[in-house]
């Protein structure tokens, strides 16, 4: 009798842990194959340009902030693949330090003053940083010219391997 009460106590037990287990569900944010929303974007004077501007053309966005070391070697080294390979392809650095002069010496230091840079002044606090679930880390997007995201997560090899 007391191994009948074990083995029901041992088969509740384990129905109630299935019960509660969580389902994974996807990461939020965007995927190859999906169409890129359209997301306003402000420059370092403060003027708006929205992504969709760029239909027609190849793209490029990263996110990026100088206070995480390795989406800023990203930042770095894709822009120098780009401007190498001189791909047809339009740059958008998309930074999220807060602070503008920040912004400004990290772009001189990594010797990237001309490139097309984006503020999100709210930080990680801003809208498209919760929209592309950038909390999980910051990535980048090859976005085609019909606005469907062709990859993401890029290393400069891939970028080459791409467009060669």
Known sequence: MKYVKFCLAVTITFALLATSVNVSVPFAGYYPGEMIPDVVLTDLEGNRHQLHDY????VVVNFWASYDAQSRA????????LKMIDADVAFLSVSFDENRNVVERTLALDGMETVS???????TGSKLYKKFNLDKGFRNYLI???GVIAAMNMSPVDLKEHFR
């Open 117 to 123: 840079l984006f503020r999100e002044i709210n930080g």
């Open 74 to 81: 990203a930042n770095v080294q894709l822009h120098n693949t």
């Open 144 to 146: 085609g010219e019909n």
């Open 55 to 58: 239909k027609g053309k190849k």
